[in-house]
């Protein structure tokens, strides 16, 4: 029954994804009936509750001028990224989405944008976070996303990312992994400092590994 499971869950989100336009995962739908058996609003609950405090282990008690939140979706880690900041801003490219989100959080600036093209100045941002976003951007476009990301960050800015760490690249083509080494470099002159795993629940065979990774430049990262 798990391979069939599979199945049916990728071709529901070849559905969501390529005929509807649009992506699955939105408030609605994940806490009615995430997953094909179901598990609702406690799965939905219990994995928020472990990615938030993943979330305070990776900050601390840095506080930045302003953030930046790749890939917010309607916002289901806005309010815990934006209290780090005096000025929260993100991004998302479905429309539908940020209505969502702008409605939940009207003190956060919200736009509609993909990470490879960002619309900010230069080294805007001394925070900023990328949640399971760039692991699913294709490759070619995926290496400008990253640019961009560095770009309107300052020298002194905290990057955390949590992305799937490993050689993994889904069948489907909307999953692509890089090894730990990969994103150390790619992320250069910022240094990964530190490092966790972000466990996954048993349904999520399909992702080999993820870790939740600060970056920081040298100079700050001393001090």
Known sequence: MEAKDRIIER????????????????????????????????????????????????VGDYHAKRSLEIGCGYGRLTPWIAKHSDQHYAIDPESFLLKNAEKLYPNVRFYQAKAQKLPFPDKYFDFCVSWTVLQHIPPKQFIKAVAEIKRVCTPEATIILVEGVGNLISDLGIYWEHTLE??????????????????????????????????????????
């Open 11 to 58: 071709v529901i989100y070849i559905f969501n994804v390529y005929i509807r336009k649009r992506t699955p995962f939105t408030y609605d739908e994940v806490v009615a009936d995430w997953g094909i058996k179901g598990a609702g609003l406690p799965h939905f609950c219990a994995r928020l509750y472990a990615e938030v405090k993943l979330l305070e282990e990776a």
């Open 182 to 223: 990969e994103w150390t470099a790619l992320f250069s002159p910022w240094e990964l400092i530190w490092q966790k795993e972000r466990k996954l629940e048993a349904s999520y065979k399909s992702v080999a590994h993820g870790l939740i990774m600060r970056f920081e430049r040298e100079e700050k990262a001393k001090t």
